[in-house]
């Protein structure tokens, strides 16, 4: 049976892409602080026009920090039909998820649905494209 995936990542040509595994190699700096990430962090920030700037490993850490620097509590409306980093970064910061039904045609947070989960513990909406 032929797999359909729903998503795929787009990937240079490995030939094009050895020569920075060799930097990273001999720097030996395979995480943060690393030379690529200082330089990414300043072509953001440069491009952005911002002055500060933080990268994250993945989207579940950074919606986790986003939620601790908001200061969000209590209830919180999002869609079931994402992926689990949407209600763990909720339950890991003890708020609770509050799932509204998806749209059938756009398979995002159904826009009609929401004032009816609206209650005096609502904080926030965190509306999550189905496919990131």
Known sequence: MKSI???????PPLEEF????????????LTNGGTFHQQLEQALREYLGVK??????????????????????GEVITTPYSFVATAHSLLWNGIK???????????????AKIEAAITPQ???????????
Request: glycine share 2%.
């Open 5 to 11: 995936y729903v998503t795929q990542p787009t990937l």
């Open 18 to 29: 050895i020569p920075y595994l060799e930097r990273i190699w001999d720097n030996k700096i």
């Open 52 to 73: 500060h700037i933080s990268l994250f490993t993945n989207g579940t850490i950074a919606l986790i920090t986003a939620l601790q620097a908001l200061r969000i509590t």
């Open 97 to 111: 998820p509050v799932f509204v039904d998806i749209d059938p045609v756009t398979l995002n947070l159904d826009p």
């Open 122 to 132: 609502t904080t926030a909406i965190m509306p999550v494209h189905c496919y990131g």
